[in-house]
T-cell receptor
Framework: AQTVTQSQPEMSVQEAETVTLSCTYD???????LFWYKQPPSRQMILVIR??????QNATENRFSVNFQKAAKSFSLKISDSQLGDAAMYFC???????????FGGGTRLMVKP | NAGVTQTPKFQVLKTGQSMTLQCAQD?????MYWYRQDPGMGLRLIYY???????DKGEVPNGYNVSRLNKREFSLRLESAAPSQTSVYFC?????????????FGPGTRLTVT
């Protein structure tokens, strides 16, 4: 079974600065998908960014980018120019290409200081 | 489009009572999912429906039943609620099960079992 680990329960960043959230996963598969979801206080789960394991190029979405290290099974999220609205829980998730289940990490609470 | 809607938003049950959580999506998605989120944890899959007429167990199915009523609706039933089922429940949908398409989440139902 796959496992996803987020080793930082809480992180803090100054507004306009850059922060990196860590995620590692364990799998024996060679092809899969990785996701970062944001959960603000409203509880709504919002997809931030997605990475296909077969793609070597790191995904980017505006201020959000990932550092995908397949050999190390690492998938970190970098948020540039942090904004107050970025404050939320962030979840890393894994999905096999052969399955339906999203496996989530325990989450990282990001606080943004004005 | 409303996306994924869930009812109710909040519910308090006594041990042994039953209830059904309703979920509907208007995106014409084939696949639908039920997750639970316990405090300080990521989401865990309870059941999913890859397409209309099919349902399968996820990671934590014990104590729950589901019904895929039609393509739009997917309900989750607790036959005899237990305090261990106190959680936030999320419904999600996606266009296809075996692709990297993202899952769209509903706003969640906070359930307390006393």
């Amino acid at each position: 079974a796959q496992t996803v680990t987020q080793s930082q329960p809480e992180m803090s960043v100054q507004e306009a600065e850059t922060v990196t959230l860590s995620c590692t996963y364990d799998t024996s598969e060679s092809d899969y998908y990785l996701f970062w979801y944001k959960q603000p206080p409203s509880r709504q789960m919002i997809l931030v960014i997605r990475q296909e394991a077969y793609k070597q190029q790191n995904a980017t979405e505006n201020r959000f980018s990932v550092n995908f290290q397949k050999a190390a099974k690492s998938f970190s999220l970098k948020i540039s120019d942090s904004q107050l609205g970025d404050a939320a829980m962030y979840f890393c998730a894994y999905r096999s290409t052969a399955g339906n289940m999203l496996t989530f990490g325990g989450g990282t609470r990001l606080m943004v200081k004005p | 489009n409303a996306g994924v809607t869930q009812t109710p938003k909040f519910q308090v049950l006594k041990t042994g009572q039953s209830m059904t959580l309703q979920c509907a999506q208007d995106m014409n998605h084939n696949s639908m999912y039920w997750y639970r989120q316990d405090p300080g944890m990521g989401l865990r899959l309870i059941y999913y429906s890859a397409s209309e007429g099919t349902t399968d167990k996820g990671e934590v199915p014990n104590g729950y039943n589901v019904s895929r009523l039609n393509k739009r609706e997917f309900s989750l039933r607790l036959e005899s609620a237990a305090p261990s089922q106190t959680s936030v429940y999320f419904c999600a949908s996606s266009e296809a099960p075996l692709t990297g398409y993202e899952q769209y989440f509903g706003p969640g139902t906070r359930l307390t079992v006393t």
